[in-house]
């Protein structure tokens, strides 16, 4: 089960996300990391279709790997899950950790909002 579950979020993902957005929010994932599969099942399946998830495309990367090519990170990433708002390579912001279904949403609100112009309306 878990595993059709990843199955499909990975492909919600790719089917979602376009090859190159100038507009994208970096999940740094690391192996292990419980919280990291807590957002990929409470959060990562609905995030493509949302409004929110179709202004910043998701880009999951292993924290070995970060920052990605073609990015820059304002500092080195700690903690997993770190997500980072990125706009043509640059970070405009981050969250750190995974606060949990009902702040994550208003976090990532409050970032787009303020970093990237998201006003909520398609």
């Known amino acids: ?18 090859a190159a957005a100038a507009l994208e929010l970096i999940m740094v994932d690391r192996q292990g990391c419980p919280y990291c599969e807590a957002w990929k099942e409470d959060i990562g399946p609905a995030y493509p279709m949302t409004e929110m998830g179709q202004f910043a495309p998701l880009r999951i990367v292993d924290i070995k790997d970060a920052p990605p090519q073609g990015v820059t990170f304002d500092s080195r990433v700690l903690f997993t899950p770190t997500f980072v708002l990125i ?6 912001g981050r969250i750190e950790g995974h606060p949990g279904d009902d702040f994550f949403w208003g976090l990532l609100f409050r970032l787009l909002s303020d970093r990237a112009g998201y006003d909520g309306a398609s």
Not at 1 to 18: E, G, I, R, T
Not at 87 to 92: K, N, R, T, V
């Open 87 to 92: 706009e043509d390579g640059a970070e405009l």
């Open 1 to 18: 089960m878990a595993v059709a579950k990843s199955f499909l979020f990975a492909l919600a993902l790719a089917l979602a996300a376009p």
